[in-house]
Every structure is written in structure tokens, then in C-alpha cells.
């Protein structure tokens, strides 16, 4: 009898089941986590005021919540959340009845979008895959198209125990702002801003890194 071989931690097989299985605990604990976020709230409607009424945007790692696809989906935006777990998109269309979510990798949002925002989507996935996953967003931008990254700061990446207390073993990635310059530079960005604010008093112990950037023109 064969064995049935666990998929690499970080990949996109791993992402997806351990979401799934994690969903629920997230969506509960952080349903209406942007109520006590003015800073989040604040970056947030100034991406959509860059973007502009009717904008087409990805909220790429939508998660289970949904609600940075609702929050862009107020400010007048046109917006998709994808995400790699079915139940995380399940979830996120029965909290948000009104906003459109799909099951995807967020590397294969497709072309000519005006805006992609990754809210804490980069930290599933091996640091070796930023390059390439900047890459595929800067393809499905137009030419001067909106990025806003948002993710967590530090030198972490590896496997480590959920800090969601679920018992899972899960990928966990952070980054330092001049990780993140680099690869939206030579993934064809032109860097608007970059600011880092400490953590509120109720997150997880570490500084937030916001990073704002445009495709560049041909």
C-alpha cells in the first residue's frame, strides 16, 4: 500500500488545505478586525481614492472574512477577492453577500486590472516566491495600475505552530521593507511609499510593513 505524501509546506496544495481547515477559527476571531484599524482603514481608502470610482481591483488572499473586498467594495471599486481555499471563499461570500470572491491562486489574477491589493497574503508562501509572485501581479496591472502590500515585518521563514492556536503546523513568512522594495522594483514597479507602524495592542507582535506602488508605463 502506497503512502499519501503530504504537499510541501508553502505550496500552493499546502496553502489551500491547512485555510481550509483554519477558516472558520480566523473568520471568528477576526470578522470585524478592521473596526479597531484606522491606520488599515485609512491606507485602504487612499488606495481606492488612487484607483478611482469603478476601478477594476483583486483583493488577492481574500481569506475567510472578506472584508477588504467589502471595505474597497464601498469606496465605489469593482472588486474580486480570490483566495486558494474553497472554504475560505465560502465564508467570505456568506459574510459578504454583496462582493464577488472566486477560488484562485492569487498568481493567476488575470491582465488589465487597475489595482491589486495583497492584505497579509505573502506570509503562506516561501520568501524564495516573492519575486515571482510580484512578477504575476505586475502582469495582470495595466500600465500605471495601483499595488498596495501590506504584510508583517521580520526575518521568519519556515514552518512554525499556528498562531492561531489551531494545532497546525503552517508556513509563516515576514519580511523587511527593503525585501519588499526590491522585489517590486525589479518586478517592474515604481515605489510610491513604504511606512511600518507597530502593532496594536490585541495583533500579533510585530511591526506592519505598508507598501504602495505603480506598474510603470512602457
Given at each position: 500500500?502506497?503512502?499519501?505524501?503530504?504537499?510541501p509546506p508553502g505550496s500552493a496544495a499546502s496553502v489551500a488545505h491547512l485555510w481550509d481547515a483554519?477558516?472558520?477559527?480566523?473568520l471568528e476571531l477576526f470578522r470585524h478586525e478592521l473596526a479597531?484599524?484606522?491606520?488599515?482603514?485609512?491606507?485602504?481608502a487612499a488606495f481606492a481614492g488612487r484607483v478611482g470610482p469603478g476601478g477594476r481591483v483583486c483583493d488577492a488572499g481574500c481569506g475567510p472574512c472578506g472584508h477588504v473586498t467589502a471595505l474597497l467594495a464601498g469606496h465605489g471599486l469593482d472588486v474580486l477577492g480570490v483566495d486558494l481555499s474553497p472554504r475560505c471563499v465560502e465564508l467570505a461570500a456568506r459574510e459578504q453577500p454583496g462582493c464577488r470572491f472566486a477560488v484562485m491562486d492569487?498568481?493567476?489574477?488575470?491582465?488589465?486590472?487597475?489595482g491589486l491589493v495583497s492584505y497579509y497574503s505573502l506570509h503562506d508562501q516561501p520568501k524564495r516566491e516573492l519575486p515571482g509572485t510580484l512578477a504575476a501581479w505586475a502582469r495582470a496591472l495595466r500600465p500605471g495600475g495601483e499595488l498596495l502590500v501590506v504584510a508583517k515585518q521580520g526575518d521568519g521563514d519556515g514552518v512554525i505552530d499556528d498562531p492561531l492556536g489551531t494545532g497546525l503546523r503552517v508556513y509563516w513568512?515576514?519580511?523587511t521593507p527593503g525585501e519588499l522594495e526590491s522585489a517590486?522594483?525589479?518586478a517592474g514597479f515604481t515605489i510610491g511609499e513604504i511606512t511600518v507602524r507597530e502593532a496594536y495592542e490585541d495583533e500579533i507582535a510585530a511591526r506592519r510593513i505598508y507598501l504602495t506602488a505603480t506598474t510603470r508605463h512602457p
Open positions: 500500500m502506497s503512502e499519501t505524501l503530504s504537499p483554519r477558516a472558520d477559527r480566523y479597531d484599524k484606522p491606520h488599515d482603514r485609512e491606507v485602504l492569487q498568481r493567476d489574477v488575470t491582465g488589465g486590472l487597475d513568512a515576514e519580511f517590486a522594483r525589479a
